[in-house]
């Protein structure tokens, strides 16, 4: 028996359909959650008392996001090598245009054009996965070496970090360091060097960004006894309390928040998930969580079987960026972690990210689909 390896053109398999059915179910979650969390705070607080105003503007970003995935879907990712590059600079830009806008709720996270918005950190999350992919595939056993094989990234991803911190966004910042030590171990970097210098440097640099900023400071000591200040810094996770204790084993009912009627703040953003608890109950949250576990895992094994290390990386950086902020998320709003601004992938409100996590999908699906053509081989 001989074997001839094909060297025709790569031909696209199918998707994985695990993933895709996956991603479906949260956003299609996410749309009807978003308008039962915010339909009664809209009533009060949009221009024209719209109680479909968020509605409205999620399924835009939806639809949106489902085209945009398709078109990644499509998209040979190993196209992406030649506008990384030009992606990174774009963006430094944009992280800066920030500054030159309004301030909400006293960190300035957004660009203005017009009536929309666009939050430019949520692109520089999976800029520096695109980055790392490329450039450790090329690297090789290089990542072996410090100097030259760990440091050169933590710097790139230390300064879109920074970019990121200067717009008082420490959370976001944190999923660039942490998805960069992820794909760093995942190419191959020495325990000694990640778990001995960089795991304790990002630990350390966290510890003292939250020390020497004065709220940070505050959420950190009220998460340990948010009754000590239940009307300040304390308020918020005391409601998410309230909220997924009234949902019990299974809900309250879908639209029957109480929690979400002028209680929660912003209760269709980062603190849905009470929302969920508190009218799907603890059967809801746990559908919720196995579907991120089975995102997870598909993502995983569409990293282990891609058929090239940049499609291997590009997948664990992704898979990993969806990972670390639905961790965060749920730990926050259960009271596992001090309260921080980060949204759950899929369904909390908000058109960029859910339009840029849907394309990341997108992106996921095309690596999945040449996992089939990996290798052509005939038998003889």
């Known amino acids: 028996m001989k074997v001839i390896r094909s060297k025709g053109k790569r031909k696209m398999g199918e998707i994985d ?30 221009p024209n008392k719209d109680s479909m105003y968020f509605l409205k503007k999620q399924l835009i970003s939806a639809v949106i996001g489902i085209f945009a995935m398709a078109f990644a879907m499509c998209f040979d990712y190993h196209k992406l090598k030649k506008y990384t590059l030009g992606i990174m600079i774009i963006s430094i830009p944009l992280l800066i245009a920030v ?42 056993e290089g990542v072996k070496k410090f ?11 230390g300064f879109y970090a920074a970019l990121v911190l200067a717009e008082k966004n420490l959370s976001i910042a944190s999923v660039i360091m942490i998805v960069t030590f992820i794909v760093l171990f995942a190419a191959g970097g020495q325990l000694k060097h990640l778990f001995g210098i960089v795991a304790p440097v990002i630990g ?39 909220a997924l204790g009234s949902g019990g084993i299974t809900g309250l009912g879908l639209g029957q928040s109480r929690q979400k009627t002028m209680y929660m703040p912003e209760p269709h953003n980062d603190f849905i998930f009470s929302i969920i608890g508190e009218e799907l109950g603890l059967i809801g949250c746990v559908f919720i969580i196995t579907l991120f576990v089975i995102l997870i895992w598909r993502g995983i094994n569409v990293a282990m079987k891609a058929r090239d290390t940049y499609g291997t990386l590009l997948a ?30 899929f369904i ?33």
């Open 17 to 46: 359909y695990g993933i895709f059915y996956t991603v479906a179910l949260l956003l299609t979650i996410g749309v009807v959650m978003v308008y039962s969390a915010s339909s009664y705070t809209a009533m009060f607080t949009t």
């Open 99 to 140: 500054f030159f806008f309004p301030a909400t709720n006293g960190a300035q996270r957004w660009v203005y054009i017009g009536s929309q918005s666009f939050q430019p950190s949520d692109l520089a999350k999976y800029i520096t996965v695109l980055f790392l992919a490329m450039s450790l595939e090329a690297k090789g």
């Open 147 to 157: 100097s030259s094989g760990i440091l050169p990234y933590l710097g790139v991803s």
């Open 204 to 242: 350390g640099a966290a510890v003292v960004f939250i020390i020497f900023e004065p709220y940070r400071l505050r959420r950190l000591l009220n998460f340990t006894d948010p009754w000590k200040d239940p009307s300040g810094n304390g308020y918020q996770l005391i409601q998410s309390f309230y």
């Open 316 to 345: 664990i950086g992704i898979t990993s960026v969806i990972a670390v902020q639905s961790i965060i998320n749920i730990a926050v709003v259960t009271g596992s972690m001090p309260v921080t601004g980060v949204p759950l992938p």
């Open 348 to 380: 909390s409100y908000g058109g960029t990210a859910l339009v840029i996590n849907m394309t990341a999908v997108g992106i996921l699906l095309n690596i999945s689909r040449q996992i089939e053509g990996k290798e052509e081989l005939k038998q003889i």
